[in-house]
């Protein structure tokens, strides 16, 4: 397994700002996913974060809206851009960690309203 | 068709009684399941995984999977109140996890 914490934990946004959630992981891990959670929806892949490269969107998602950075094997962000109220849900950080056998863990989110 | 299908409740039952969570899914590929619990406003908590056909207990857990139906379920024994969340499958085709396919979510609620 793996721990990992996100933060801001919450965060109430204005409308056209940008917020940048932060993930950061207790051990090496190779894939890390952002996922977004809208309320009472299941969970929707945003991207995957690969270190030293960029990361590869999901079709619905752009770099552009959703910019993540993966600067070390511990440690990724994922920018909500120019939000807008449709953007009010909970975004996760997800790791597969080398001894998970396919299986992947999450943060505890980050839940975001957007006014 | 979705490649998962997941009933979303709610299901409420009374304290002390089994709980049965399914979900379907139509593509054959699948090979491995997993059973996440979410709490309101947190993120899932892995509770089951399993690769194969049959049983696999976890304490008051069991994760059943019927790969000739294309069915999985999860039951919880003698459930309490602190069960109640929502309930995800979740499944992979291939072995990569940027391939996992969720369920819905089933919302349980156990009253005392």
């Known amino acids: 397994s793996a721990v990992i914490s996100q933060k801001p934990s919450r965060d109430i946004c204005q409308r056209g700002t940008s917020l940048t959630i932060q993930c950061q992981v207790d051990?090496?891990?190779?894939?890390m996913f952002w996922y977004r959670q809208q309320p009472g929806q299941s969970l929707t892949l945003i991207a995957t974060?690969?270190?030293?490269?960029?990361?590869?969107?999901e079709s619905g998602f752009v770099i552009d809206k959703f910019p993540i950075s993966r600067p070390n094997l511990t440690f990724s962000t994922l920018t909500v851009s120019n939000m807008s109220p449709e953007d009010s849900s909970i975004y996760l950080c997800?790791?597969?960690?080398?001894?998970?056998?396919?299986?992947?863990?999450f943060g505890e989110g980050s839940w975001l309203t957007v006014v | 068709q979705k490649e998962v299908e997941q009933d979303p409740g709610p299901l409420s039952v009374p304290e002390g009684a089994i709980v049965s969570l399914n979900c379907t899914y139509s593509n054959s590929a699948f090979q491995y399941f997993m059973w996440y619990r979410q709490y309101s406003r947190k993120g899932p908590e892995l509770l089951m995984y399993t690769y194969s056909s049959g049983n696999k207990e976890d304490g008051r857990f069991t994760a059943q999977v019927d790969k000739s139906s294309k069915y999985i379920s999860l039951f919880i024994r003698d459930s309490q109140p602190s069960d109640s969340a929502t309930y995800l499958c979740a499944m992979i085709a291939y072995s990569s996890a940027s391939k996992i396919i969720f369920g819905s979510g089933t919302r349980l609620s156990i009253r005392p």
């Open positions: 974060a690969n270190q030293g490269s960029e990361a590869t969107y």
């Open positions: 051990s090496q891990v190779t894939m």
């Open positions: 997800s790791v597969a960690p080398p001894d998970s056998g396919n299986t992947i863990y």
